[in-house]
């Protein structure tokens, strides 16, 4: 059973920037098309960003050009890293794979004041 953990979530300031990581056990990360998806409250979760095993990469309109998403195989840890960040990017943050859900993580939160 593959495991999520995602980290890298906090408080910051509308403008500002994090880093999310997600670490999954198991050795088929690397063949796993891998995605970061959000839930803000009382809204459905939705996917924000994936990148395929071949590296070709998808972001939500809402998001990009702000956030980046990268993968290390090596390390089987997924990458989101968001910048100019708005009250409206307020949210649980998860990571999966867009098909074939594992179960999901605890997620990290990330709360942007305005």
């Known amino acids: 059973q593959v495991q999520l953990v995602e980290s890298g979530g906090g408080l910051v300031q509308a403008g500002g920037s994090l880093r999310l990581s997600c670490t999954s056990s198991?050795?088929?990360?690397?063949?796993?098309?891998m995605g970061w998806y959000r839930q803000a409250p009382g809204k459905q979760r939705e996917l924000v960003a994936h990148?395929?095993?071949?590296?070709?990469?998808y972001y939500a309109g809402s998001v990009k050009g702000r956030f980046t998403i990268s993968r290390d195989n090596a390390k089987s840890t997924v990458y989101l890293q968001m910048n100019s960040l708005k009250p409206e990017d307020t949210a649980v943050y998860y990571c999966?794979?867009?098909?074939?859900?594992?179960?999901w993580g605890k997620g990290t939160l990330v709360t942007v004041s305005s």
């Open positions: 999966n794979r867009p098909t074939g859900w594992w179960s």
């Open positions: 198991g050795s088929i990360f690397s063949i796993n098309t």
């Open positions: 990148i395929t095993s071949d590296y070709v990469i």
